[in-house]
């Protein structure tokens, strides 16, 4: 296992049709990553299907159970998280089980992203292995090119990140992107986010 994928990141490029391109892009293959065991079971029930719609989030629930269920995470680094407000029980399993196995995380939380930014024992064990939405858009860009992107994320367009990068008035929805995860990248330093052309590990 290399990537763990969390239930939003997953839920949005799998609406898009962008989750096997961008684990291709990542260079990672579907079996090569881990998800929470609670997926299939969000994917019909809660927040997900209200966000991107009951039959969206059906037609994604084979995948999610095709994808293996990451391990259990220890006590050291998990309770590192414990009480975290902003980082809810799934969030903190991945970032907890990425330090400890020295994995990647795809994540598009970044409320527990900036929680966990703040949580310097972490720091080093997570260093360039947190990969963002913005991230993954720009490998996906080099490879598919700004027409059919945007074409695939128009399903996400309540996303906010998609409202401002694609546009249609923005013509450079790679500098938007860049810009974003530049900010990003700045709020949460010394927390070293992974950045796009770099190989996923280990």
């Not at 799998?14 to 994917?43: D, F, I, K, T, Y």
Request: charged share 20%; glycine share 8%.
């Amino acid at each position: 296992m290399r990537l763990l994928v969390d239930s939003d990141i997953f839920c949005k490029l799998g609406v898009s049709g962008l989750l096997s391109p961008a684990l291709a892009a990542l260079g990672v293959s579907h079996q090569e990553c881990g998800r929470l065991p609670a997926l299939p079971h969000m994917l019909h029930k809660g927040k997900l299907p209200r966000l991107y719609g009951e039959a969206a989030c059906r037609a994604l629930v084979e995948s999610a159970h095709s994808m293996p269920v990451a391990p259990a995470a220890g006590p050291e680094w998990l309770d590192q998280l414990s009480g975290v407000e902003q980082v809810d029980i799934g969030e903190a399993q991945l970032y907890a089980i990425a330090a400890e196995r020295g994995l990647t995380i795809a994540t598009g939380d970044k409320r527990a992203l900036r929680a966990v930014a703040k949580l310097p024992r972490l720091h080093p064990p997570l260093a360039g292995r947190i990969v963002t939405f913005e991230a993954i858009l720009l490998e996906l860009y080099t490879t598919m090119g700004a027409s059919e992107l945007r074409q695939a994320v128009s399903p996400l367009s309540s996303d906010g990140l998609i409202k401002v990068c694609f546009s249609l008035g923005n013509d450079e929805p790679a500098a938007a992107l860049h810009s974003s995860l530049n900010a990003l990248a700045a709020e949460v330093a010394p927390l070293a986010l992974w950045q796009p052309g770099t190989r996923i590990g280990p």
